[in-house]
Every structure is written in structure tokens, then in C-alpha cells.
């Protein structure tokens, strides 16, 4: 199986202090991740150290099988913050979502095909004209997902995209990633409510004080999840999604 996305040995210390420690790990071409952990594991620091945003003390990252600059992270992949309303700054949805590939220096028409396709994939199209101020929370996370879409990142992390939701922005949210995982994305997000998503993953990466602890298909973990003080219902039916209303 390609991979989208490798981590190898990656360490990181800050102050003195160990946050990531041998870290390796892989994502297959085309997976949706969950990496869990609790508060202070390590999750938000390893995702900025993929993404290009803070430099690991030693390691290596490696995109489709070759090691990747800060430069080409950048570019090729995509973090979507918790805060993804931060990441929302123009008077209207879809000058927001043209900010990032106008700011690629791409030509107007080929700016606007990506806009057009990033709106529709997130069902924004209601939306377009609209200020990205009155927006719900989760249309407003769905702005900022379609915002790095439009940039045609090949992998997408999210650091705790259900955080401040309610049950519809939620919904829509998780219906956003599964249709981005249908599209062939490679997607790794970061989250305390597994019970939420972890259903829908292929992958689960489980740290714990700065390692990986456990790797692998996520209904194979699922009985390693209390260890790690994650809890998911087990009868509950997934399939719609409704029983996140309870
Ligand atoms: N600049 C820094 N200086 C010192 N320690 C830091 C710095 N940035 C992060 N850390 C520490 O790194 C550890 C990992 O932080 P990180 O934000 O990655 O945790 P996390 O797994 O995302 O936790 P949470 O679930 O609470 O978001 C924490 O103990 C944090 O205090
Ligand atoms: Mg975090």
C-alpha cells in the first residue's frame, strides 16, 4: 500500500523538555486517521511538526516515499486548527476559500474552478455570498475545511474539529470528512470525542506521553481504547449517525 504520509523517528524536546520522543508512524494513501491521546500527549505538537509549522529536533518526514522540506509540507499538507474561525478572514465565504490559492499566485479562472469545487464538496453553495461572521459553528468549520481544499493539499489534519460543536454542526462536520475520505483523501484528525468519529476511520494512532503507543486498524484497538482513558459506546448504531443525539 503507497503511503501518503511518514513519520520517522521524529523527536522533539523544547526547553529541555522531551515532547515527542521516537516517533514513527505512517498513513496509507486514501486513510482516515484518528490520533487520540490524552491532554498533553503530544497530538497538536506532532501535527504542527508535520505540517512544517515547528521544526523536530531530529527526524524525518516523508511525503509519497520521499522526504519532504518545510517548504513542500507547507504546500502539500493542510492543518485545519481548532480555532478554524481564526482561519476565516474575508468579507465573504468564497473570498475566503479564494484567499489561499490567489495567495499561490494560481490565475482567476483556475481560482474559481477551485472555489467552486471546494464549496460543493462542503455544501456550501447556499453560503457563497454570505459573510463568514453569521455563519454557524459548523459552517464556519466547514468554510475553513473548504478554504484548504481549495489549496489541493494531499493531506488533510484536523486538530479537534468537533470541539464547541453542537450535535447539527457535528454532523455535518463528520458528514464533511466522510465525504472527503469518499473523495480519496488522506486524512488524520486529532480528537477527545472518538465516540463521535472513530467509527468511520480506518486508522487509529493512539499516543501517549509523547510515543505512539498502540497503531494500527481502528476496530482492532478498539478494546486498547480504556487503557488510554478513551471510552466509545459499544451498541450503539453508526450508521446515521442519530445517536449522537442521545
Ligand atoms: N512551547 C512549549 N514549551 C514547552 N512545552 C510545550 C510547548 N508547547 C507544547 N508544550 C508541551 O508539549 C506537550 C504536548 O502538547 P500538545 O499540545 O501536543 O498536547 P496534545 O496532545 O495536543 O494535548 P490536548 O489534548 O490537551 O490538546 C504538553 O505537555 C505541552 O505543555
Ligand atoms: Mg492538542
Redesign the pocket.
Known amino acids: 500500500m503507497e503511503k501518503a504520509l511518514e513519520v520517522e523517528d521524529l523527536s ?1 524536546t ?2 529541555g ?1 522531551t ?2 520522543c521516537d516517533v514513527s508512524c505512517s498513513l496509507e494513501k486514501g486513510s482516515f486517521a484518528a490520533l487520540c ?12 511538526c508535520m505540517k512544517g509549522l515547528r521544526k523536530p529536533s531530529s527526524g524525518n518526514i516523508l511525503i509519497d516515499g520521499a522526504v519532504a522540506d518545510e517548504k513542500t509540507r507547507m504546500k502539500r499538507i493542510a492543518l485545519v486548527f ?1 480555532n478554524a474561525e481564526m482561519q476565516v478572514v474575508s468579507q465573504s465565504v468564497e473570498k475566503d476559500i479564494a484567499f489561499g490559492p490567489e495567495n499561490m499566485g494560481l490565475d482567476g479562472k483556475e481560482v474559481e474552478r477551485r472555489v467552486d469545487y471546494a464549496i460543493t464538496l462542503m455544501g456550501l453553495q447556499d453560503k457563497a455570498k454570505q459573510r463568514p461572521q453569521t455563519l454557524s459553528g459548523g459552517e464556519l468549520r466547514k468554510c475553513a475545511i473548504a478554504g484548504i481544499l481549495a489549496m489541493e493539499p494531499d493531506v488533510i489534519l484536523l ?2 474539529p468537533f470541539a464547541n460543536l453542537d450535535y447539527p454542526s457535528t454532523l455535518a462536520v463528520i458528514k464533511a470528512l466522510i465525504t472527503l475520505h469518499e473523495k480519496g483523501y488522506s486524512i488524520i484528525v ?1 480528537s ?1 470525542e472518538a465516540e463521535k468519529f472513530l467509527y468511520h476511520t480506518d486508522t487509529l494512532f493512539i ?1 501517549d506521553k ?1 510515543r505512539i503507543a498502540e497503531a494500527g486498524h481502528s476496530s482492532s484497538l478498539y478494546s486498547l481504547l480504556p487503557d488510554y482513558d478513551i471510552y466509545i459506546p459499544d451498541n450503539a448504531s453508526f450508521e446515521d449517525l442519530s445517536w449522537l443525539k442521545r
Open positions: 522533539l523544547i526547553n523538555n515532547i515527542l491521546g490524552r491532554n498533553g500527549a503530544g497530538k497538536s505538537q506532532l501535527l504542527r481548532q486538530d479537534e486529532v477527545h499516543m509523547g
